[in-house]
Every structure is written in structure tokens, then in C-alpha cells.
């Protein structure tokens, strides 16, 4: 059977009984590296709403660590755009987490051939 990279450092018992796929989502969201994503995926879903349809189009929301939310922008006018809106976007995607989530944001700039 594959392993997946960081297989054998997990701490839960293996068996062969059957169990639910939503007690495997249920499990996994428990660990850190999986929930640490979900405020990203939910900013994502949301973000034309947030920002606006042009922007939205042009900028990503990439990550939230220590408070920060960073936001792929796709060149500099985008990104320029994006950090002028810096507090709005703060405010809303903070607002959209619940609030005390999001206390700064990070504008980084790629050409596009670097998206994933």
C-alpha cells in the first residue's frame, strides 16, 4: 500500500473495520495541519463577495498564519490595488472568520506562472 509523506508519524491505531467517511473528515479536521487550511478554503469561497468580482479575479487569498492573511496578487496594478484596499479587506475577511482572526494583510506579487 502507498504511503503518503508524513504516514508514519501519525498516532492513531490502524484497523481493517469499515468506518464512515465522515468520521475520517471528522477526524482529520482534528489534526492541525488540516484545520489550520479551513480558514483559507472558507475566505476562498467567499472571496468575490469579499473584495469584488475584478479583484477577486486578479488576487487569491494563499495563507493565514500568526494573524496575517497573505493574498496572491496576478502583477503590481493588482497588487497595488489590493494593498490600497489592505484595511477593507482586513476588516471583511476578519468578519467573514468570525472576527480576531485576520489583524493584518500581506500583498505578494507573482507573474501568474507561479499560481498553484
Same mark, same amino acid.
Given at each position: 500500500?502507498?504511503?503518503?509523506?508524513? %504516514? #508514519?508519524?501519525?498516532?492513531?491505531?490502524?484497523?481493517? *473495520?469499515?468506518?464512515?467517511?465522515?468520521?475520517?473528515? *471528522?477526524?482529520?479536521?482534528?489534526?492541525?495541519? %488540516?484545520?489550520?487550511?479551513?480558514?483559507?478554503?472558507?475566505?476562498?469561497?467567499?472571496?468575490?463577495?469579499?473584495?469584488?468580482?475584478?479583484?477577486?479575479?486578479?488576487?487569491?487569498?494563499?495563507?493565514?498564519? =500568526?494573524?496575517?492573511?497573505?493574498?496572491?496578487?496576478?502583477?503590481?496594478?493588482?497588487?497595488?490595488? #489590493?494593498?490600497?484596499?489592505?484595511?477593507?479587506?482586513?476588516?471583511? #475577511?476578519?468578519?467573514?472568520?468570525?472576527? *480576531? #482572526?485576520?489583524?493584518?494583510?500581506?500583498?505578494?506579487?507573482? *507573474? =501568474?506562472?507561479?499560481?498553484?
Amino acid at each position: 500500500m502507498p504511503h503518503s509523506k508524513g %504516514f #508514519a508519524k501519525r498516532k492513531d491505531e490502524r484497523s481493517g *473495520d469499515p468506518v464512515s467517511i465522515g468520521a475520517v473528515v *471528522d477526524g482529520l479536521l482534528q489534526e492541525d495541519e %488540516f484545520a489550520r487550511g479551513l480558514p483559507v478554503a472558507r475566505l476562498a469561497r467567499a472571496w468575490p463577495e469579499l473584495v469584488g468580482e475584478r479583484l477577486a479575479k486578479a488576487t487569491q487569498p494563499v495563507s493565514l498564519e =500568526g494573524g496575517v492573511l497573505t493574498v496572491r496578487a496576478t502583477d503590481g496594478p493588482w497588487g497595488s490595488q #489590493a494593498r490600497s484596499l489592505a484595511e477593507e479587506i482586513r476588516r471583511r #475577511a476578519d468578519d467573514a472568520l468570525g472576527g *480576531d #482572526a485576520v489583524r493584518n494583510i500581506r500583498v505578494v506579487v507573482t *507573474d =501568474g506562472r507561479n499560481r498553484r
